[in-house]
């Protein structure tokens, strides 16, 4: 459950330096603000609404590694639906003060069907992983959203009494 007035709104050196790294490193947290979650077992609309600390406009996860093939690093992005898609090449995430390089981020689109032929969709993934080392391969964190999604017209709103 999610407080009342809570906003879970990190920025992307806190998602890859705070969260994914403790994460990776078996640290614990307080409070478990994401969730874990083989995501593409699911299609993004099924995903369970008990997952988002934003009213279901966005969530956060996070997704072990899986490949497509067992041997392979090619990562598999399938679901019962459809397929997530690269966008372009990975961005690097760097540290506001000094510039040094923390991770990786991907970002992807949802596509309905089969590959090559599938439906563009507004849903959007944002991949965080940590520079290549072997922790790498076991988790990331997701960022998903749905720009078509309508925002709840009392987030961020003063309170009326």
Known sequence: MVMPGFRFHPTEEELV??????????KRF??????SLDLYRYDPWQLPGSTSTSWEKEWFFYVPRDRKYRNGDRPNRVT?????KAT????????EGLGRSIGLKKTLVF??????????S????????????????????IYLHNPSIPADKNYGSKRRD
């Not at 019962?80 to 997530?84: E, I, K, N």
């Open 122 to 141: 507004s849903w959007i993934m944002n991949e965080y992983r940590l520079p290549h080392h072997d922790t790498q391969r076991y988790h990331k964190v």
């Open 88 to 95: 372009g090449a990975d961005r690097m995430i760097r540290t």
């Open 17 to 26: 330096e705070f969260y994914l790294r403790r994460k990776v490193e078996g």
């Open 80 to 84: 019962a639906s459809g397929y997530w």
């Open 111 to 120: 596509y309905s069907g089969k590959a090559p032929k599938g439906v563009r």
């Open 30 to 35: 307080n409070v478990d603000l994401i969730t």
